[in-house]
T-cell receptor
Framework: GAVVSQHPSRVICKSGTSVKIECRSL??????MFWYRQFPKQSLMLMAT?????????EQGVEKDKFLINHASLTLSTLTVTSAHPEDSSFYIC???????????????FGPGTRLLVL | DAKTTQPPSMDCAEGRAANLPCNHS???????VYWYRQIHSQGPQYIIH???NNETNEMASLIITEDRKSSTLILPHATLRDTAVYYC????????????FGGGTRLMVKP
């Protein structure tokens, strides 16, 4: 249980185009999902918190108009990288915690990640 | 959330126990200790978590000191597939709270 999927797993796009990444919780519901970014040889950095039915909250330095987040249901959050540039090339990872707490301190579960390469 | 300190790297022989330490001396009473690992080019994988009691599951054991200022993750019989970066994170139990990742420990299991 507690499986999070991401699609696509890998995407290559041209500079200036937009790319949408989906994050789904397959066997649980989540009111909050998180989006992280990871550059080579670095740790995960939180980009934004996605809240179902309301606006996402972004970390300092993350442009909300460039990284559009939609959390339309309790099982799906999407991240759209608009007008992508080569510096946006990175590994994007989402995570979520089940609404229905099964154990105390129920952990976050992570998706497998999406590797974006902007040419 | 409390900050954690981990050694940047460790080696372990295949088949032996891997003991990964974590210091969290500023942990609060309501903060849990979580362990994740990240194998190259994959998303982090949840391993185990605990509040103050030692915990064991099919993957690992978590030993938390009585004062809760440090913990140790134990992989009882390390395999080559356990080579990964291991992250120790402390966080209040709240689904709305994000995880803050530090540098982690790069565990290399050697044959």
């Amino acid at each position: 249980g507690a499986v999070v999927s991401q699609h696509p797993s890998r995407v290559i796009c041209k500079s200036g185009t937009s790319v949408k990444i989906e994050c789904r919780s397959l066997d649980f519901q989540a009111t909050t999902m998180f989006w992280y970014r990871q550059f080579p040889k670095q740790s995960l950095m939180l980009m934004a918190t996605s809240n179902e039915g309301s606006k996402a909250t972004y970390e300092q330095g993350v442009e909300k108009d460039k990284f559009l987040i939609n959390h339309a249901s309790l099982t799906l959050s999407t991240l759209t990288v608009t007008s992508a540039h080569p510096e946006d090339s990175s590994f994007y990872i989402c995570s979520a915690t089940p609404i229905s707490r099964r154990v105390a301190g129920d952990p976050q579960y992570f998706g497998p990640g999406t590797r974006l390469l902007v040419l | 959330d409390a900050k954690t300190t981990q050694p940047p790297s460790m080696d372990c022989a295949e088949g032996r126990a891997a003991n990964l330490p974590c210091n969290h001396s500023t942990i609060s009473g309501n903060e849990y200790v979580y362990w994740y690992r990240q194998i190259h080019s994959q998303g982090p994988q949840y391993i185990i978590h605990g509040l103050k009691n030692n915990e064991t599951n099919e993957m690992a054991s978590l030993i938390i000191t009585e004062d809760r200022k440090s913990s140790t993750l134990i992989l009882p019989h390390a395999t080559l597939r356990d080579t990964a970066v291991y992250y120790c994170i402390v966080r209040v139990d709240n689904a709305g709270n994000m995880l803050t990742f530090g540098g982690g420990t790069r565990l290399m299991v050697k044959p």
